[in-house]
């Protein structure tokens, strides 16, 4: 099981972080924010399609063909984890390297966002100290990491607990093709 879920855990986590590369560079980020939102959630669940192919092989391959749904859960979740883990770290390095901008542009862009709906002044310079206030929390290390593993996490639990729930087997003579 552990040969398993490292393997798949880092295969998802080299395949959401090239997305992630391939994605900022192609993508322009003030024109097309929504699309590249889009594409980076996308790219998200099918690096953790891995989690389905790591649960599965173990159950065929290595456990008799059964698996409980807290075993599957479980290998789901620490794939997801292996994952997140390389992608928090390749997107330390690209903030770092390639995008230390990052969080002005988001401010800026928030900020013209706010002011396009209408906003009144008061409003306006509310969202602007805050923005202040999250581009501050941004320098800090464990904020940075805790906000970027609250960007992928969430999204490999719940492909974790989909992939528990359709490939748990408690017994291989119910499934027998025989």
Not at 145 to 173: C, D, H, Q, W
């Amino acid at each position: 099981m552990k040969k398993i879920v490292i393997v798949c855990g880092l295969i998802s986590g080299g395949i959401v972080s090239a997305l992630m590369g391939i994605g900022i560079l192609v993508i322009n980020e003030e024109k097309a924010y929504n699309t590249s939102m889009i594409i980076g959630y996308a790219s998200m669940l099918l690096a953790f399609s891995l989690v389905f192919v790591g649960i599965k092989m173990f159950r065929d391959k290595h456990n008799g063909g059964v698996i409980s749904f807290g075993k599957a859960f479980l290998m789901g979740v620490y794939i997801s984890l292996i994952a997140s883990t390389i992608y928090v770290a390749a997107w330390a390095v690209e903030y770092k390297y390639v995008f230390p901008d990052f969080m002005d542009k988001y401010a800026a862009r928030t900020i013209r966002e706010v002011k396009a709906s209408g906003a009144t002044e008061a409003q306006v310079a509310e969202k602007l100290k805050q923005m202040d206030m999250y581009r501050d929390m941004y320098k800090n290390p464990l904020f940075f990491t805790v906000m970027t593993y609250a960007e992928i996490l969430p999204v490999g639990i719940i492909v974790s607990l989909i992939a528990a729930l359709i490939l748990k087997r408690k017994n291989k003579m119910a499934y027998s093709t025989a």
